[in-house]
Nanobody
């Protein structure tokens, strides 16, 4: 049984930092990605990491502020979020797929999702 369990969300003031974790079990994912969804908006890909190469990619709005990394010993991916802005407020989801085919930031290519962790950034 595949499980993705996120943690680390919370409330911070603008300019602050949070670190999200996603612990995966039951899967060796070829690619893992953080998505977020704000109220009334579509789910948006934020950051992705490829297991074999370790290559990461980011959406433009977070590049330079967010850093995604992995801990292979614990099958965990992390998202360090710095210089947070109110527009970063959303539910953050971890997603995983065995295959690395398809667009990394397309929700449709992922087979497994976590339950989400909320991030609130106040101005």
């Amino acid at each position: 049984q595949v499980q993705l369990v996120e943690s680390g969300g919370g409330s911070v003031q603008a300019g602050g930092s949070l670190k999200l974790s996603c612990a995966a079990s039951g899967i060796i994912a070829g690619r893992m990605t953080w998505f977020r969804q704000a109220p009334g908006l579509a789910r948006e890909g934020v950051a992705t990491i490829y297991r074999t190469s370790g290559i990461t990619a980011y959406t433009d709005s977070v590049r330079g502020r967010f850093t995604m990394s992995r801990d292979e010993s614990t099958n965990t991916v992390l998202l360090q979020m710095n210089s947070l802005k109110p527009e970063d407020t959303a539910i953050y989801y971890c997603a995983a797929s065995v295959s690395i085919m398809g667009a990394a930031f397309s929700p449709d290519v992922y087979d497994y999702w976590g339950q989400g962790t909320p991030v609130t950034v106040s101005s």
